[in-house]
């Protein structure tokens, strides 16, 4: 149930219910079940079909839906209680990725890109991964660390033994700081104290944040205890901050797919070059980086959608891939028999409710498509989404190379920049991609030449 979003309960929801025309043929595709993810055929449709799909498929209300993408999901009005100094807001591509499947459920997974390729590329992952049950995912809970920072502590093991002493009563003032929180059943649970050395100690207290992102919660726990933190250790209180790496926050989403999925007589082979392909992220940060850069395709993607902080994702993704002193890939992959495997795991600080999500019609559409309310189930879909980017990325990588798919779907951007409309997009894209002359003035000649066959007329 997401605030302010209408959702029809899934048995209203069914194949005869859908719209005439293409998008109903979609429908009626005899994979497809009721809100399954399975899409077949959407990127065909026109935006108007798409639209109608997914609010059936969502049992969304569609004239909602397109008020609410319509409008690019958030008004500068409602922008302006946002932030600071609006003076509008800024669109990005909202994007639905097809035949997810996450701990035995089909999801519909809202994503915000502005990659050509990322939304196409994961769900015929996904599409791989379903063969064989789709992905399976777990999450560690939902708590955030806040860090709370010493100077000058003279001696830092007297100043651990007084502060673990009073760790149950620095627990109740922090919870008496996020009553709120508390009374809905999360709140501190632990103080962990750590001896920087050089007479800095950083106390930990680590806050259960349910279904917030909980910066500001968090923020307001280690405020709250700095003072009498800094009093019990004898020394001077410093920051009072979240961590970024949240590692008690996790996520670890693992897949099978069987070669077959990956290739038809290649499969074993094509297998065996992404394991190779994995294998060489772990020995080189200069390739890990990129091969964690394919996983945030798709996470970061359904953190915007879901008006989360990805700037915070981010951070924590990158430092957890650190975590041994030496940067590493998220992701591994190996083979298990006839299948290949993989797995990922990183911190995920996700929110379904307060922050952003209070004010973002996008957001919370993006919620309602999910139909999920708990962070952590966000989180695991988020994760899913990732590790699909990835297989995707390793397998264009480790066969013909990514530039194909990708130069045929920047061709339909440039398509669009020389002005091409409607089936135009298509069938201009196609010509300049065939041609090996993606570029403005070889999209404005095709489109001018379409337009001519078109009339009739013969080019110059
Ligand atoms: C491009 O956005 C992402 C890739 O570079 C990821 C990778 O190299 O694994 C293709």
Not at 10 to 29: K, M, Q, T, Y
Not at 234 to 263: F, K, M, P
Not at 339 to 364: D, K, M, S
Not at 425 to 441: M, N
Request: charged share 20%; glycine share 12%; aromatic share 2%.
């Amino acid at each position: 149930m997401v605030e302010g979003i209408h959702v029809k309960p899934p048995e209203v929801v069914s194949g005869r219910r859908a719209a005439p025309g293409r998008a109903a043929r979609v429908l009626c595709d005899p994979l497809v079940t009721e809100r399954s993810s399975r899409l077949p055929g959407f990127y065909r449709l026109s935006l108007e079909e798409r639209r109608q799909l997914i609010a059936e498929r969502a049992g969304l209300d569609v004239d909602e839906l397109v008020a609410i993408v319509g409008a690019g999901g958030l008004d500068a009005t409602t922008a302006d209680k946002v932030v600071e100094n609006v003076i509008g807001t800024y669109g990005l591509p909202f994007g639905v990725a097809s035949n997810v499947r996450v701990n035995g459920r089909d999801v519909l997974v809202p994503m915000v890109v502005e990659e050509p390729s990322v939304i196409a590329a994961a769900s015929n992952a996904a599409r791989m991964v379903r063969g064989s049950g789709g992905f399976v995912a777990t999450a560690t809970g939902s708590v955030m660390t806040t860090q709370v920072q010493l100077s000058g502590v003279r001696d830092a093991a007297a100043a651990r033994v007084a502060l673990e002493a009073r760790a149950a009563e620095l627990l109740a003032a922090g919870a008496a700081a996020v009553e709120g929180l508390v009374a809905r059943g999360g709140g501190p649970r632990e103080i962990e104290v750590r001896d920087l050395g050089e007479g800095f100690l950083v106390v930990h207290v680590h806050v259960d944040c349910l279904d917030a992102m909980g910066a500001n919660l968090v923020n307001s726990v280690a405020e709250a205890l700095g003072p009498e933190i800094a009093r019990l250790a004898g020394g001077q209180l410093g920051l009072r901050i979240l961590t970024n790496l949240s590692d008690r926050r996790r996520v670890r989403v693992t897949c099978r797919v069987a070669t077959t999925e990956l290739a038809e007589a290649e499969g074993p082979a094509v297998a065996d070059a992404i394991v190779l392909a994995a294998r060489f992220a772990e020995l080189d940060p200069y390739r890990a980086a990129t091969h964690n850069k394919g996983i945030m395709n798709g996470v970061d993607a359904v953190v915007l959608a879901t008006g989360n902080d990805f700037r915070a994702v981010e951070a924590g993704a990158h430092a957890y891939a650190a975590r041994s002193g030496r940067y590493a890939p998220l992701s591994r992959w190996w083979r298990d028999g006839d299948a290949l495997a993989g797995e990922l795991e990183l911190p995920l600080a996700l929110g379904t409710v307060g922050g952003t999500l209070r004010v973002h019609p996008g957001a919370r559409l993006a919620l309602a498509l999910l139909g999920v309310s708990r962070s952590t189930e966000l989180a695991m879909i988020a994760a899913s989404v990732g590790l699909a980017s990835n297989l995707a990325a390793l397998r264009a990588l480790a066969t013909e190379g990514i530039q194909r798919g990708h130069m045929s779907l920047h061709a339909r951007s440039v398509a669009a920049a020389a002005g091409a409309t409607g089936d135009e997009v298509e069938r201009v894209a196609r010509s300049i991609a065939e041609a090996g002359a993606i570029t403005l003035e070889g999209a404005a000649r095709a489109l001018s030449a379409l337009r001519d066959a078109g009339a009739g007329r013969t080019p110059p």
